[in-house]
């Protein structure tokens, strides 16, 4: 009998150490996925659209300062003028940024940073914000990774001829009426710009990839295999067998090195090859758009356009308007 018990007892702890085995597993999945979709840090703040930084400026300034601003698809423009002993501090916003004063330079201000302007710097400032898809864009152009920079201090204020004439020009083109050429124009300004922003970059420090963030041989890869499957269903397996690492591990390295998730990354993507296609490619339906790009259907493709953008995929199609004080 004793015998007997101690045979049931072992099957019994058996089972128990196996229900022990499979709770441990099912709280290190739970908890690696909880680390996935838990957001980086540095995002806890909401960036804001230049468009809405103009609201607040103008909400919070009110008659101390004068603003005038016009609006093309890759770059804005804002001529701040200011009031006896007025001053503002500019929220953090998606774009980078170029602030040029009269009593100084030109200042780069990288995505996601504050700044304040005030009367002391001058009685004039010009600002102007450029989509960060087009820095990116010329950054893959000339072999420039941006990834390896996880984190680049803005520059210092120099005056810089060729940044001043650039800056100069558009703001003779925001005083002009609105051509059909005025568009693609300001669109080569743009691209103009965001590379004197690269080469500006380029002088800085940067700091080394921290460590436990995925190599840069493996994201490059893994980015390769999203711009090439952007119309695929892509998961997080198909990723992480790309970067020939486990699929936790793959979550974990890959929030360190860019700030995002795997998904999240993706889903940027996807979007950002919406607003080319969207400025080049007329022919195009919203609906044609949604499916090539790998989204459920045209209303899930929009509420992500808005989402991230800030408007519909119709209307960031649409001209710019001129929008001023």
């Known amino acids: 009998m004793w015998c007997e018990y101690s045979r049931s007892w072992g099957r019994g702890r058996s089972r128990v150490d196996s229900s022990l085995i499979m709770l441990n597993t099912a709280v290190t999945i739970a908890c690696c996925l909880e680390e996935e979709q ?184 893994v980015r390769a295999y999203m711009h090439a499957n952007l119309s695929e269903r892509v998961t997080l397996e198909d990723l992480a067998r790309i970067a020939e690492v486990s699929r936790f591990h793959f979550a974990r390295q890959f929030r360190i090195r860019t700030g995002e998730s795997p998904m999240g990354y993706l889903l940027r993507t996807r979007i950002e090859r919406a607003k080319d296609v969207l400025r080049k490619d007329h022919g195009a339906t919203v609906a044609d758009i949604a499916a090539t790009l790998g989204f459920a259907d045209q209303s899930h493709f929009t509420r992500t356009f808005r989402r991230f953008v800030g408007t519909s995929p119709t209307d960031y199609r649409r001209p710019a308007v001129i929008r001023s004080a």
């Not at 960036?47 to 004068?66: K, M």
């Not at 601003?69 to 804005?76: A, H, L, V």
């Open 38 to 221: 838990r957001p980086a840090a540095t995002a806890h703040r909401r960036l804001a659209l230049p468009e809405e930084a103009i609201a607040r400026i103008r909400s919070t300034c009110g008659s101390r300062i004068h603003l005038f601003s016009r609006c093309w698809r890759d770059i804005q423009f804002l001529s701040i003028t200011f009031g006896r002993l007025a001053g503002i501090e500019l929220p953090p916003v998606t774009s980078y940024s170029i602030v040029e004063c009269r009593a100084g330079g030109q200042r780069v201000i990288l995505p996601g940073n504050t700044f304040a302007l005030s009367s002391e710097d001058g009685d004039e400032a010009q600002l102007v914000w450029i989509d960060a898809a087009i820095v990116r864009e010329l950054a893959l152009d000339t072999g420039i990774d941006l990834g390896d920079a996880v984190e680049v201090r803005d520059t210092a204020d120099e005056k810089d001829a060729t940044c001043e004439h650039l800056m100069r020009v558009l703001a003779l083109m925001a005083k002009l009426r609105s051509t059909a050429v005025q568009e693609p124009f300001a669109q080569s300004v743009a691209r103009a710009l965001a590379a004197w922003v690269l080469e500006k970059l380029g002088h800085c420090d940067t700091a080394v990839c921290p460590r436990g963030a995925l190599n840069v041989r493996a994201f490059t890869r």
